[in-house]
Nanobody, 120 residues
Framework: VQLQASGGGLVQAGGSLRLSCAVSGRTFSIRDMGWYRQAPGKQRELVAIATSGGDTNYADSVKGRFTTSRDNAKNTVYLQMNSLKPEDTAVYYC???????????????WGQGTQVTVSS
């Protein structure tokens, strides 16, 4: 199983970016899908999570600006980021909780990270 993220880049403050992350490989079920980020010198933090049931959770710092969604048919999760701020600058990692086959346990999988840089 691999997670491939794309869509990062450089944007001015107030701008928008959309990240995508596709899961490839054999999966039985995907429970949670979402995004974490890590800024230089800081710990990795949750940005947004979308559950298989359709619930979403966001970090307080991005509520009202970021929206996560998932396309279960494509095993893909998206992060629409609007009104970006310089403090959103970080490496963004996609994340999924995946059960690879019926008898397997749920396990955490991470993408390779994509850089988002917001200039002031």
């Amino acid at each position: 199983v691999q997670l491939q993220a794309s869509g990062g880049g450089l944007v001015q403050a107030g701008g928008s970016l959309r990240l995508s992350c596709a899961v490839s490989g054999r999966t039985f079920s995907i429970r949670d899908m979402g995004w974490y980020r890590q800024a230089p010198g800081k710990q990795r933090e949750l940005v947004a999570i979308a559950t298989s049931g359709g619930d979403t959770n966001y970090a307080d710092s991005v509520k009202g600006r970021f929206t996560t969604s998932r396309d279960n048919a494509k095993n893909t999760v998206y992060l629409q980021m609007n009104s970006l701020k310089p403090e959103d600058t970080a490496v963004y990692y996609c994340y999924a909780v995946i059960k690879r086959h019926y008898f397997a346990s749920n396990s955490d999988y991470w993408g390779q990270g994509t850089q988002v840089t917001v200039s002031s």
